[in-house]
């Protein structure tokens, strides 16, 4: 039995961090917007792995906007 694949997310938060920030977040890209927004988005391994990351969020202490689920389609449109 082959393991499931990583799931694509992306994970809206209030604020701006610089691109280094993304090693800690276990390499997901990082892209701040225009609106004061950023963008955490990438493959994670399972919901451990996306819990882990909400954890580094909490302990930054920036508002988490949204954590959506992205389809392959999706992920691959915004590269």
Do not use: C
């Not at 499931?4 to 892209?31: C, N, V």
């Not at 990438?42 to 792995?49: C, I, N, S, V």
């Amino acid at each position: 039995m082959r393991p499931p694949m990583p799931t694509e997310y992306q994970i809206r938060l209030k604020g701006h961090l610089d691109s280094h920030w993304s090693a800690w977040f276990g390499g997901l890209t990082i892209r701040n917007e225009a609106n004061g927004e950023l963008v955490l988005q990438g493959p994670l391994a399972d919901q451990a792995a996306l819990h882990g990351v909400l954890i580094k969020v909490r302990d930054l202490g920036m508002p988490l906007l949204a954590v959506t689920m992205v389809s392959r389609k999706e992920a691959r449109a915004d590269e």
